[in-house]
């Protein structure tokens, strides 16, 4: 039994990084309607992004809460960078086409940037260790191990989310970025600066990628140029079964996702290889059984 | 008082002949030249040659002939696949890209059938392009069975995997929908790494083809000509391709295509005119997986051997980008993408690391500068004129 602890926190390790993920999706659905399927590919970015910085500040012989700060920070910025570009210069173009024609464009816009890693990225088609940042070690609750970097992570991951959920909906950007989401016409009229309030709105999706890329670099210590395209699926999933548009419904849906992954490998270790198609097949069927999502997309309000 | 009809003038057939002659000697021109630089110049030539046959009315004229005389389109792309393949009868490399570029155009049209005519999103063509490989690799391990069942297995069991699939395609709309598909892909390649049966990671290796008693490894004499085994494989993929577009071509022609057409951009009005959308819908879908499976079984018998790695997500997007490259819907532009997209990086060696990269970059230009592909579609003409 002594297993449990670990598969708990295994699964809100890997639930925080897909609520994460899903709530990128959820917010550039809720404000343009569009799904940007190159979020998993901005993730990686960052991560690399991440790598790079750790590397420079090493070099540099900055500490190690130093050579923290500039993986997240680096991370966050380049991400934030790559959101915003494109939504600048290839979905704000396009963003009266066919939504499967946006769909695609944005999956291929996910393919350059994965294989621009592997291909310029130096050794880009082999995985990156990730340097270990936060104290290893841990301790026990009765026969269950806690790792002390998880614990921390996890924190962090659930802290930016209420982060995120109060720019949403505290701040005067975060009102704006309602208004367009409601109406983009009537908050042009009010004097809300449109071409504005989208690369931002963009940039703090895909701020949320790059966290969670430094979160799962950090907790597996690896990363490669092809793991965004696993995660944006399962964000994107997270994000249809808990109802595209709703925040709480992407975080409910990553959660839910990376319960059934970690129910997989719990209850029936001889098939964890096989735990992503036991999570894609209920996942499917939750969506015939309730093809809008758990939670609704609800018509007014949509972030 | 009669108008006069446009349609009793004659039309003149040269055009017809100039085009497929022209594309016969390009697409042979373009598999026999090895020197990169030639290969470069050679396909600058054909792209002017197309851009100025389209600027000065060719294209059309083309059409027309082709519309007015179908069985002397249909005659004279066979006299010109029998030269291609006299051209080309001891280069085993060309055979074999031809015979996969004619995969991937008959995948396509399945894809077409779907995508185009139907309106349903598949971001897993390359995955039901798998279940007819690997069902081929199982068949032929059992040992037994005529291959002609087996490459018709690996089409039945795409149309069954595909039939799981059917109820939440039916129920989801737009981005839900594309999910379905998305997962599905994605969790067939996951199930080919983690089962040891299908060989894992390392795949399976496959036996020829041998059909009513024609073996596909043995080099053809003709009249005093060898010909490589290879030609057997292009023979079987060409008919296979020409019976996927002459049913493509039914399916747009017939009322069935109307109907598909009217589910495709509209549903709500579909089922106000009583159309049963669920039905269209699967047929669609059915076809589709079908070709799939079936050129996937083939694919496989070709070249021997399958692995996940040859049925992964990207490579559903390289068939989505065949079918937008080629115009979507448009059935005839699937077959010069498929050999854009096939051929180019097998023989410019420098693009084969980057391939999927640039078409990537490719398909995100013609969505920005041409969002209905290449060569549109063209609106359905109703021909009210008394037949």
């Given at each position: 039994m002594g297993m449990i602890g670990q598969h708990l926190l295994n699964g809100m390790m890997q639930g925080t990084i897909y609520g994460l993920v899903a709530m990128g999706f959820t917010i550039f659905f809720g404000v343009m309607n569009v799904?940007?399927?190159?979020?998993?590919?901005?993730?990686?970015?960052?991560?690399?992004?991440?790598?790079?910085?750790?590397?420079?500040?090493?070099?540099?012989?900055?500490?190690?809460?130093?050579?923290?700060?500039?993986?997240?920070?680096?991370?966050?910025?380049?991400?934030?960078?790559?959101?915003?570009?494109?939504?600048?210069?290839?979905?704000?173009?396009?963003?009266?086409?066919?939504?499967?024609?946006?769909?695609?464009?944005?999956?291929?816009?996910?393919?350059?940037?994965r294989e621009a890693i592997r291909l310029f990225f130096p050794n880009g088609t082999n995985p990156q260790r990730f340097p270990e940042l936060l104290p290893s070690g841990g301790f026990n609750i009765g026969s269950s191990f806690f790792r002390t970097d998880a614990l921390i992570l996890i924190v962090a991951g659930i802290a930016s989310i209420g982060v995120v959920y109060w720019i949403i909906n505290r701040t005067k950007f975060g009102l704006a970025m309602r208004a367009v989401a409601e109406d983009v016409e009537t908050a042009r009229t009010m004097g809300i600066n449109f071409a504005r309030v989208i690369p931002l709105t963009f940039a703090l999706g895909s701020i949320t990628a790059g966290f969670a890329g430094t979160i799962y670099g950090l907790y597996y210590s690896e990363i490669n140029y092809g793991m965004g395209l696993l995660l944006a699926v399962i964000g994107f999933t997270a994000a249809i079964v808990g109802g595209l548009g709703n925040i709480w419904g992407a975080i409910v849906g990553g959660y839910l996702f990376a319960g059934l992954q970690t129910f997989v490998v719990a209850a029936i270790p001889s098939m964890s290889d096989y735990k992503n198609v036991f999570a894609f097949v209920l996942i499917i069927m939750l969506i015939t059984w309730r093809p809008t999502g758990l939670l609704a997309e609800r018509g007014s309000e949509r972030v | 008082m009669t108008a006069p009809s446009p349609q009793n003038k004659p039309v003149a057939v040269w055009p017809l002949i100039t085009a497929v002659a022209f594309?016969?000697?390009?697409?042979?021109?373009?598999?026999?030249?090895?020197?990169?630089?030639?290969?470069?110049?050679?396909?600058?030539?054909?792209?002017?040659?197309?851009?100025?046959?389209?600027?000065?009315?060719?294209?059309?004229?083309?059409?027309?002939?082709?519309?007015?005389?179908?069985?002397?389109?249909?005659?004279?792309?066979?006299?010109?696949?029998?030269?291609?393949?006299?051209?080309?009868?001891?280069?085993?490399?060309?055979?074999?890209?031809?015979?996969?570029?004619?995969?991937?155009?008959?995948?396509?049209?399945?894809?077409?059938?779907?995508?185009?005519?139907?309106?349903?999103?598949?971001?897993?063509?390359?995955?039901?392009?798998?279940?007819?490989?690997?069902?081929?690799?199982?068949?032929?391990?059992?040992?037994?069975?005529?291959?002609?069942?087996?490459?018709?297995?690996?089409?039945?069991?795409?149309?069954?995997?595909?039939?799981?699939?059917?109820?939440?395609?039916?129920?989801?709309?737009?981005?839900?929908?594309?999910?379905?598909?998305?997962?599905?892909?994605?969790?067939?390649?996951?199930?080919?790494?983690?089962?040891?049966?299908?060989?894992?990671?390392?795949?399976?290796?496959?036996?020829?083809?041998?059909?009513?008693?024609?073996?596909?490894?043995?080099?053809?004499?003709?009249?005093?000509?060898?010909?490589?085994?290879?030609?057997?494989?292009?023979?079987?993929?060409?008919?296979?391709?020409?019976?996927?577009?002459?049913?493509?071509?039914?399916?747009?022609?017939?009322?069935?295509?109307?109907?598909?057409?009217?589910?495709r951009l509209d549903e709500t009005a579909a089922s106000v005119f009583g159309l049963r959308i669920g039905t269209w819908k699967i047929l669609a879908f059915t076809l589709g997986n079908f070709l799939a499976g079936l050129m996937g079984a083939v694919y496989a018998k070709m070249t021997g051997f399958i692995a996940p790695a040859n049925f992964t997500f990207g490579d559903s997007l390289v068939m989505v980008s065949i079918v937008i490259l080629g115009g979507i819907g448009n059935r005839w532009g699937v077959l010069p993408a498929a050999l854009i997209v096939v051929l180019l990086p097998e023989k410019l060696q420098f693009i084969q690391e980057y391939r999927l990269l640039l078409y990537a970059i490719l398909v995100i230009i013609i969505l920005i500068a041409r969002p209905d592909g290449l060569v549109a579609r063209r609106v359905r003409a109703l021909r009210m004129e008394t037949r």
């Open positions: 799904i940007k399927f190159s979020h998993g590919d901005v993730l990686t970015l960052g991560a690399f992004g991440g790598l790079v910085a750790v590397w420079a500040t090493h070099s540099l012989g900055l500490s190690v809460p130093m050579q923290f700060v500039a993986a997240f920070a680096a991370a966050m910025l380049l991400s934030a960078v790559a959101g915003a570009g494109i939504s600048h210069f290839l979905i704000m173009p396009l963003r009266n086409a066919p939504p499967l024609n946006m769909l695609l464009m944005t999956m291929m816009v996910g393919t350059v940037l | 594309a016969a000697a390009a697409l042979a021109t373009l598999v026999l030249i090895d020197n990169q630089k030639i290969l470069g110049l050679a396909l600058a030539g054909i792209a002017a040659i197309c851009l100025a046959a389209a600027r000065f009315g060719g294209v059309a004229a083309t059409e027309a002939a082709a519309s007015e005389n179908p069985w002397l389109l249909r005659g004279l792309i066979l006299i010109a696949a029998v030269a291609v393949l006299f051209v080309l009868r001891d280069d085993n490399f060309g055979l074999l890209m031809v015979a996969t570029v004619l995969i991937y155009a008959t995948v396509c049209i399945g894809l077409t059938i779907q995508m185009g005519y139907a309106g349903l999103t598949n971001f897993a063509a390359a995955a039901f392009v798998g279940t007819g490989g690997y069902t081929a690799a199982m068949l032929g391990q059992k040992g037994g069975l005529p291959d002609a069942l087996v490459l018709l297995g690996g089409g039945l069991v795409a149309v069954f995997i595909g039939s799981l699939l059917i109820l939440p395609v039916l129920r989801t709309r737009g981005h839900y929908a594309a999910l379905t598909t998305l997962a599905f892909g994605v969790l067939f390649n996951v199930f080919l790494d983690a089962n040891e049966l299908l060989g894992g990671p390392q795949g399976l290796k496959i036996p020829g083809i041998n059909l009513f008693g024609w073996n596909f490894s043995n080099d053809l004499h003709i009249l005093g000509f060898t010909f490589s085994f290879y030609v057997n494989y292009v023979i079987l993929t060409g008919v296979l391709t020409a019976l996927a577009m002459i049913l493509a071509g039914l399916l747009d022609k017939s009322w069935i295509g109307v109907w598909l057409d009217v589910v």
